[in-house]
């Protein structure tokens, strides 16, 4: 296991101010593009993710100032303690075990917990000690209707409700719903997606559907295969807004069906 070469000084300082703030909203406001000019490094679980070796990247990450490091939920073990930021949800976690974090004090977790189990949710993360710096409601039903989450109305500047109403909508993946959104308000306008695969429409050479999950997890469940469709769909109304908005969004993987629009990266090298 690597450790952070290089500590996480500049994150580990955020968060102790942010700590001493009494609110969440505070907490927002005060990371208002704290990390801008910087390329948000964002891993989602994906089969893709055991292409690479895991060491290599973490050196990468630690080294590399210039990037800041955003997993999602299950793709925390690549990057461990050179994540500048950890995204989570309580769906398909395990919700009894907190996760042991490598290095905790240089790593913002940030939790999306559903508005309409929001007291319930908080209450898992309160009661089981999962560590939590900052939290938001995701609106689902009965606010929205499945046809409105953004992978379905590809209403991409709903992004912007996490700075505006301390909120973010239903979208899937979680890129969707939280990541981007977060990324985008720390102020980054430089994308690296490491995982975007989909768990049903991917290429890989193992035929796997999922980083480090049983794939029977999401191939017994048939309503994966039509939402994901959606997502793909989705992506290249993500391409043309990202364009719009001068949005430079590449991915690492070479076995996903995400609009071949965006650039390719070939190797960890090129991050």
């Known amino acids: 296991m690597v450790k952070n070469i290089i500590m996480k000084k500049y994150t580990a300082e955020l968060k102790k101010e942010i700590i001493k703030l009494d609110s969440c909203e505070e907490r927002i406001d005060f990371l208002k593009d704290k990390y801008k000019g910087k390329t948000a490094v964002i891993t989602l679980p994906g089969p893709s993710l055991n292409d690479y070796d895991h060491n290599e990247l973490r050196k990468i990450f630690s080294n590399r100032e210039d990037l800041v490091i955003i997993p999602n939920k299950g793709s925390y073990d690549l990057s461990l303690g050179t994540s500048d930021f950890h995204v989570m949800n309580p769906w398909n976690i395990n919700k009894k075990v907190p996760l042991n974090y490598e290095n ?124 994901e469709v959606k997502i793909i769909e989705s992506s290249y109304k993500l391409y043309d807004w990202c364009a719009i908005n001068n949005i430079n969004m590449k991915l690492l993987t070479d076995i996903s069906p995400i609009d071949n629009r965006f650039e390719r990266l070939k190797s960890i090298k090129d991050i």
């Open 104 to 227: 905790p004090e240089n790593t913002i977790v940030f939790w999306n917990v559903t508005a309409a189990f929001q007291d319930n949710h908080l209450e898992m993360i309160s009661n089981n000690n999962h560590l939590c710096d900052i939290w938001v409601p995701c609106y689902t039903e009965p606010w929205i209707k499945k046809e409105q989450c953004i992978h379905n109305t590809c209403n991409f500047e709903q992004f912007w409700l996490l700075g505006k109403e301390y909120k973010t909508i239903w979208g899937t993946p979680i890129l969707y719903s939280t990541a981007i959104p977060l990324a985008l308000h720390l102020g980054c306008k430089d994308f690296i997606i490491m995982g975007w695969d989909t768990h049903m429409f991917n290429k890989h050479k193992d035929k796997k559907a999922h980083y480090n999950q049983p794939d029977n997890d999401f191939k017994s469940q048939p309503w994966i295969k039509e939402e």
